[in-house]
Nanobody
Framework: QVQLVESGGGLVEAGASLTLSCAASGRTFSGYTMGWFRQAPGKEREFAAAIKWSASSAYYADSVKGRFTISRDNAKNMVYLQMNSLKPEDTAVYYC???????????????????WGQGTQVTVSS
Protein backbone atom coordinates (compact mmCIF):
# COMPACT_ATOMS: atom_id res chain seq x y z
CA GLN A 1 0.00 0.00 0.00
CA VAL A 2 1.21 3.47 -0.92
CA GLN A 3 -0.24 6.57 0.71
CA LEU A 4 -0.09 9.82 -1.22
CA VAL A 5 -0.65 13.28 0.22
CA GLU A 6 -0.73 16.37 -1.98
CA SER A 7 -0.08 19.92 -0.85
CA GLY A 8 0.66 23.34 -2.29
CA GLY A 9 -2.65 24.24 -3.88
CA GLY A 10 -4.24 27.63 -3.50
CA LEU A 11 -5.82 30.68 -5.10
CA VAL A 12 -3.65 32.64 -7.52
CA GLU A 13 -4.09 35.15 -10.30
CA ALA A 14 -3.63 34.29 -13.95
CA GLY A 15 0.03 34.27 -14.91
CA ALA A 16 1.21 33.23 -11.47
CA SER A 17 3.11 30.10 -10.49
CA LEU A 18 2.46 27.35 -7.99
CA THR A 19 4.34 24.22 -7.01
CA LEU A 20 2.38 21.18 -5.92
CA SER A 21 4.02 18.51 -3.80
CA CYS A 22 3.10 14.88 -3.30
CA ALA A 23 4.51 12.92 -0.38
CA ALA A 24 4.50 9.14 -0.67
CA SER A 25 4.66 6.76 2.25
CA GLY A 26 3.98 3.12 2.96
CA ARG A 27 5.52 0.40 0.90
CA THR A 28 8.50 1.09 -1.28
CA PHE A 29 8.25 3.96 -3.69
CA SER A 30 10.62 2.12 -5.95
CA GLY A 31 9.55 1.41 -9.49
CA TYR A 32 6.38 3.49 -9.45
CA THR A 33 5.52 5.84 -12.24
CA MET A 34 4.03 8.98 -10.75
CA GLY A 35 1.36 11.07 -12.38
CA TRP A 36 -0.56 14.26 -11.82
CA PHE A 37 -4.18 14.39 -12.89
CA ARG A 38 -6.73 17.13 -12.50
CA GLN A 39 -10.49 17.39 -12.37
CA ALA A 40 -12.46 20.56 -12.94
CA PRO A 41 -16.08 20.91 -11.76
CA GLY A 42 -18.42 19.02 -14.05
CA LYS A 43 -15.58 17.48 -16.03
CA GLU A 44 -13.83 14.14 -16.11
CA ARG A 45 -10.47 13.64 -14.50
CA GLU A 46 -7.74 14.36 -17.01
CA PHE A 47 -4.06 13.59 -17.29
CA ALA A 48 -1.62 16.44 -16.74
CA ALA A 49 1.86 14.96 -16.38
CA ALA A 50 3.74 11.77 -15.51
CA ILE A 51 7.29 10.80 -14.72
CA LYS A 52 8.95 7.40 -14.76
CA TRP A 53 10.77 5.93 -11.75
CA SER A 54 14.16 6.78 -13.20
CA ALA A 55 13.05 10.36 -13.78
CA SER A 56 14.67 10.07 -17.19
CA SER A 57 11.38 10.57 -18.96
CA ALA A 58 8.52 12.97 -18.34
CA TYR A 59 5.29 13.29 -20.26
CA TYR A 60 2.77 16.10 -20.47
CA ALA A 61 -0.69 16.78 -21.73
CA ASP A 62 -0.67 19.23 -24.62
CA SER A 63 -2.66 21.68 -22.50
CA VAL A 64 0.17 22.05 -19.97
CA LYS A 65 3.26 21.36 -22.07
CA GLY A 66 5.77 24.17 -21.80
CA ARG A 67 4.16 25.54 -18.64
CA PHE A 68 4.22 22.63 -16.17
CA THR A 69 7.23 20.61 -15.06
CA ILE A 70 7.01 17.33 -13.17
CA SER A 71 9.92 16.12 -11.09
CA ARG A 72 10.63 13.60 -8.37
CA ASP A 73 13.06 13.01 -5.55
CA ASN A 74 13.13 9.28 -4.92
CA ALA A 75 15.34 9.63 -1.87
CA LYS A 76 12.66 11.74 -0.23
CA ASN A 77 9.67 9.92 -1.75
CA MET A 78 8.44 13.19 -3.20
CA VAL A 79 6.93 14.24 -6.51
CA TYR A 80 6.46 17.84 -7.60
CA LEU A 81 4.49 19.72 -10.21
CA GLN A 82 5.84 23.17 -10.98
CA MET A 83 3.09 25.17 -12.67
CA ASN A 84 3.95 28.41 -14.43
CA SER A 85 1.88 30.88 -16.43
CA LEU A 86 -1.30 29.59 -14.86
CA LYS A 87 -4.57 30.16 -16.66
CA PRO A 88 -8.15 30.18 -15.36
CA GLU A 89 -8.72 26.94 -17.27
CA ASP A 90 -6.10 25.28 -15.03
CA THR A 91 -8.55 25.58 -12.14
CA ALA A 92 -9.18 22.07 -10.81
CA VAL A 93 -8.53 19.64 -8.04
CA TYR A 94 -5.10 18.18 -8.68
CA TYR A 95 -4.43 14.57 -7.78
CA CYS A 96 -1.17 12.68 -7.38
CA UNK A 97 -1.21 9.05 -8.50
CA UNK A 98 1.18 6.09 -8.48
CA UNK A 99 1.21 3.19 -10.87
CA UNK A 100 3.41 0.18 -11.56
CA UNK A 101 4.57 -1.20 -14.88
CA UNK A 102 2.92 1.48 -16.94
CA UNK A 103 3.83 1.60 -20.58
CA UNK A 104 4.15 4.89 -22.38
CA UNK A 105 0.73 4.62 -23.96
CA UNK A 106 -0.78 3.86 -20.53
CA UNK A 107 0.39 7.00 -18.77
CA UNK A 108 -2.71 9.06 -19.49
CA UNK A 109 -5.14 6.38 -18.32
CA UNK A 110 -6.27 7.12 -14.78
CA UNK A 111 -7.76 3.66 -14.30
CA UNK A 112 -4.30 2.09 -14.56
CA UNK A 113 -2.87 3.94 -11.58
CA UNK A 114 -2.95 1.95 -8.35
CA UNK A 115 -2.88 4.64 -5.68
CA TRP A 116 -4.30 8.15 -5.41
CA GLY A 117 -4.02 11.09 -3.08
CA GLN A 118 -6.96 13.08 -1.77
CA GLY A 119 -6.32 16.03 -4.07
CA THR A 120 -5.45 19.70 -3.64
CA GLN A 121 -7.47 22.60 -5.02
CA VAL A 122 -5.91 25.01 -7.47
CA THR A 123 -7.95 28.07 -8.37
CA VAL A 124 -6.73 30.58 -10.94
CA SER A 125 -8.58 33.88 -11.14
CA SER A 126 -8.69 35.98 -14.29
Amino acid sequence: QVQLVESGGGLVEAGASLTLSCAASGRTFSGYTMGWFRQAPGKEREFAAAIKWSASSAYYADSVKGRFTISRDNAKNMVYLQMNSLKPEDTAVYYCAAGLSLLMHDLTRATLYNYWGQGTQVTVSS
